[in-house]
DNA sequence: GCGGACTGCTTACCT
DNA sequence: ACAGGTAAGCAGTCCGCG
């Protein structure tokens, strides 16, 4: 097909329209309409890619139920396109079992099966019980036989009959099923070695990867720096370093967002019903398109508010017309992004376009149980990326708190949402446009930000997870890991176990966990030398437990394998062993992951001889890989982990307990203080710099792993409670830890008071300086008392707490929580609320002593329970300091008595 | 009927 | 749906108290 009628299909930037605005409205489904017909007759949808297509990156796949084939969406750099390239290769879906074509042939269920197409008899190495097997690949025609949602499909017909006409009454070996829950697509991206979010070509009507030079120069340099490395380790390192070196795409996207119109303000409208109008719709394009579509309704007014010049706004006389609009931004852009679009912009749009009776083939959404996907593009739903704890966590430092459109965009772009005094329906046209556009302009720089970060770390995730970068951005950290366990297995022609099979061959855990309903035995926490304490230096494993999967060899295949002749090689603290002889997949995975990031990312990040733009793709890389890394040692852990293996994550954390002993020990050995320490970092009191020296020197020798200065305290702040303290860094910067001071539940007034502590903490220089900042604290102190027993304070939400409401309302049956209570106070009043929302109440005198902050006056306030509140805050600090609140606030130490 | 000792529940934090 | 360890506050229970 020609490059040129694609071009006009996909209308982006190109001519400005001189039309008004309404009579653009007008000619708008006329013109929708000609481009169904071009795409239909002319060159049809989908958008197949030409026998030759030039470099374009892998951002997508997924199977095509009519084709009957994978579908990959290709991403083709200069003219900003999406083409599609259907499998031609002939791959089927499949499964394994342990039972032979001979016994199979007897499954009647099986041979009579319309989706079953033919045996194959294979060769797999088995890693649990380190031996090669014979096993029989049943191949399906379509990947709903071997494991759809209905009843009767391969993998559960096998179990179910074959006991049934088995001629040995009891089989020896239980019948197994092997692989028959791994996605179609993901198996196809495995077998055919591909790697989604990489370059590749079509030539010949060949998908073919794409060398690029420059990154294979790359490649090589950092290999360089790995020469000492095993052989072994070399493989994985280099694989990945392609695939971290290989640079990104710019790419075009449109942020949108919707806002409906529906008879009760407060209430969410419906999106399966879609019984409300959509009034609004903002497209905000990285082409420069920033548009409000406004639907014209009886009885709005104008309004007076100003968009910014380049906004433009079009009117629609229908509803209709607004929606086909809208699908003409859905049908032409390669990346779609939206906040919270699977749940509720997408799933509204498509109900409410199925009301009006569209033709399925005129909506461009593919609406699924969870998400919605677009035929043509992808959509990348940021409120399910930023609600990702991993990527909360680690990519963003915690930077925002609630999982909102506000908070997120306030957090991280700077820009909040417009507030609401009235429901959507009271708006004027233009006070309505700009509440609409500034939601898709908060989107669209959560977008762009820091050189398009989103998108970026997506495609880097895609590539190590060897995943879509539509899944990436919707699943958690376990899948990432997971996948490219699973492709490695492929790779090396492993059989993937299932996860009952590696429980039941390596059992649970030993260890005795300290918190009642936990699984094993974790970290240790040093009980910290309460005191101010000048000259700490905090040293720390730079990713411990990622660098004990390395060194000590752990995976599933390893800890308690099946050699004999390895059961000397115990781990510290339990009885399991680990094996000699040969390297787990994941101790090769992890390991070279940690070794990248520790030996060439972090300091390339760094690096300011290098260009802005290229140090920033490698601080992305660096970040995409500690989110992995951290996951890493938790993920064996967690039963949702397809290769949950127990005993894997309980060695892990023994052996971090062992090197942390041994250090504290060398430390003392070596005639160090040590203050407190947290698993894997311990704080030393005014070490020599050859102290320090030979502690490192030492670990590297006996542990195997770095030990390193992380970073140094003018001086810390410890009370006698473990993760709580308070440090100073030489800059004058201030770290605090655990504090209530820092919680985010505590309420704004209390939490002022201790920052002004903290700043004045932070100009403390020699121990000589501490005596004055202590008479400024006390007098903060004191004059946050007396405010409070005045009861001058700003305004009540100063003194709300703010807690999440963990559950759904009805879920406490055990206990009653203050915010529950509150909670349910609010309910009474019409309030909806989820598992998720904050709740803030304040303390109230009379009976249940809570009420939310809206309905409370300043004269009911229990402001005795806010002074006790004040005094556990800052006592956290205050018996360091050789203070006491009482005294401060001047009560004799007869008074307290009574 | 009430207060203290205790346990358990819940949330927010640390690594 | 990554893990375990710690702090804090409150809810609820049990028991003693002539």
């Not at 970026?456 to 970068?469: E, Q, T, Y």
Request: glycine letters at 6%.
């Amino acid at each position: 097909m020609a490059q040129k009628t694609l071009d006009e299909f996909s209308m982006p930037k190109a001519k400005p329209k001189e039309i008004p605005a309404e009579a653009k409205a007008e000619a708008m489904p006329m013109l929708f309409t000609e481009k169904v017909e071009e795409r239909k007759k002319q060159q049809g949808f989908p958008p197949l890619a030409p026998e030759n297509l030039p470099p374009s990156y892998f951002v997508s796949a997924t199977y095509d139920g009519k084709a009957g084939k994978v579908l990959i969406k290709l991403y083709e750099p200069d003219s900003q396109q999406i083409y599609f390239w259907y499998d031609n290769t002939g791959h089927k879906p499949y499964c394994y079992t342990n039972l032979s074509p001979y016994e199979l042939e007897k499954i009647d269920r099986l041979m009579k099966h319309s989706g079953f197409d033919h045996f194959e008899i294979e060769e797999k190495f088995d890693p649990l019980s380190d031996r090669t097997v014979k096993v029989t690949k049943i191949v399906a025609k379509d990947p709903l036989a071997i494991g759809g949602r209905k009843k009767g499909c391969i993998r559960d017909i096998i179990p179910e009959d074959f006991p049934k006409v088995s001629e040995i009454p009891v089989a020896n070996e239980a019948v197994k099923v092997w692989e028959s829950r791994i996605k179609y697509y993901q198996s196809y991206i495995y077998d055919r070695r591909l790697l989604p979010g990489m370059v590749y070509e079509v030539k010949n009507g060949a998908l073919v990867p794409k060398r690029l030079e420059e990154a294979e120069k790359n490649v090589q340099k950092l290999m360089q720096v790995f020469q000492e490395s095993p052989s072994e380790e070399l493989e994985y390192i280099e694989q990945w370093a392609r695939l971290l070196e290989y640079p990104a795409p710019k790419f075009r996207y449109a942020a949108i967002d919707i806002e409906v119109c529906s008879s009760i303000a407060t209430r969410m409208p419906d999106p399966r019903e879609a019984a409300y109008p959509v009034v609004c719709v903002s497209v905000y394009g990285s082409d420069g398109q920033k548009r409000v579509l406004l639907l014209k309704r009886e009885g709005v007014r104008e309004g007076t508010e100003h968009l910014p010049a380049d906004v433009k706004i079009e009117y629609f006389d229908s509803e209709e017309e607004l929606l086909r609009a809208v699908f003409e931004v859905l049908w032409s852009y390669p990346f779609v992004v939206t906040f919270n679009g699977d749940d509720f912009d997408l799933r509204y749009l498509t109900h409410r376009a199925e009301n009006y009776g569209f033709r399925r083939d005129e909506i461009p959404i593919e609406v699924g149980k969870r998400v919605c996907l677009l035929k043509y593009g992808l959509h990348i739903d940021l409120y399910k990326f930023f609600f990702n704890r991993s990527i909360q966590i680690y990519a963003f430092n915690n930077r925002y708190r609630d999982v909102t459109l506000d908070d997120v965009g306030r957090a991280l772009v700077g820009l909040e949402k417009i507030p609401l005094e009235k429901g959507i329906g009271d708006l004027t046209y233009t006070e309505l446009a700009k509440y609409c556009f500034r939601d898709a302009e908060i989107t669209y720089k959560l977008t762009s930000f820091e050189d398009e970060l989103v998108l970026k770390l997506v495609l880097v995730l895609a590539r190590i997870s060897s995943m879509p970068m539509e899944d990436v951005s919707r699943q958690g950290v376990s899948r990432w890991i997971r996948n490219f366990m699973h492709r490695e297995h492929r790779r090396r022609n492993f059989l993937i176990p299932n996860a009952e099979d590696i429980l039941a061959l390596k059992g649970k855990t030993a260890t005795k966990a300290i918190i009642k309903g936990k699984k094993y035995k974790g970290a240790i926490v040093v009980e910290p030398v309460p005191g101010v304490h000048f000259n700490v230096a905090v040293m720390d494993f730079p990713s411990l437990y990622p660098s004990i999967i390395k060194v000590w060899n752990l995976g599933y295949q390893s800890v308690l394998c099946p050699h004999p002749e390895c059961r000397t090689n115990l781990i510290p603290d339990t009885p399991n062993w680990v094996c000699k002889k040969k390297r787990a997949l994941e101790s090769l995975l992890i390991g070279s992951l940690r070794d990248l990031r520790v030996q060439w990312y972090k300091t390339k990040s760094k690096d300011k001889s290098l260009p802005p733009e290229l140090r920033s793709w490698y601080n992305i890389i660096q970040g995409a890989l500690k989110v992995i890394l951290n996951a890493s040692y938790g993920v064996f852990g967690a039963e949702t982990f397809d290769l949950y293996c127990p005993p894997v994550a309980e060695a892990t954390a023994a052996i971090g307990r062992h090197a942390i002993t041994q250090i504290i020990n060398m430390a003392e050995k070596l005639g160090i203080q040590v203050l407190y320490g947290d698993t894997d970092s311990v704080f030393l009191k005014n070490p020599s710099k050859d102290q320090i020296r030979e502690l490192e020197e030492w670990t590297e020798h006996e542990l195997k792993m770095g030990l390193d200065v992380d970073k140094i305290y003018r001086y810390a702040v410890f009370s006698s409670r473990k993760k709580n303290y308070l440090g100073v860094l030489e800059d004058g910067s201030v770290d605090v830890k655990g504090l209530t001071g820092k919680k985010r539940h505590i309420p704004l007034f209390i939490k002022k008071a201790f920052n002004r502590m903290k700043e004045r903490l932070a100009m403390v220089k020699t121990p000589a300086d501490f005596e004055e900042a202590k008479k400024d604290i006390v007098k903060e102190i004191r004059d946050c008392y007396t405010r409070l027993k005045r009861r001058e304070w700003e305004s009540l939400s100063e003194l709300a707490f703010n807690v999440v409401l963990g559950e759904e309302l009805e879920r406490y049956t055990k206990t009653t929580p203050q915010h529950v209570k509150a909670a349910r106070i609010l309910k009474e009043e019409g309030v909806e609320l989820k598992a998720g929302d904050l709740i803030s109440f304040v303390k109230v005198i009379n009976e249940p002593h809570v009420k939310p902050v809206e309905l409370a006056t300043k004269n009911e306030i229990d402001v005795d329970k806010y002074v006790a509140y004040l005094h556990s805050t800052f006592d956290q600090v205050l018996d360091a300091l050789g203070l006491d609140f009482d005294e401060i606030i001047g009560l004799t130490k007869l008074e307290r008595f009574m």
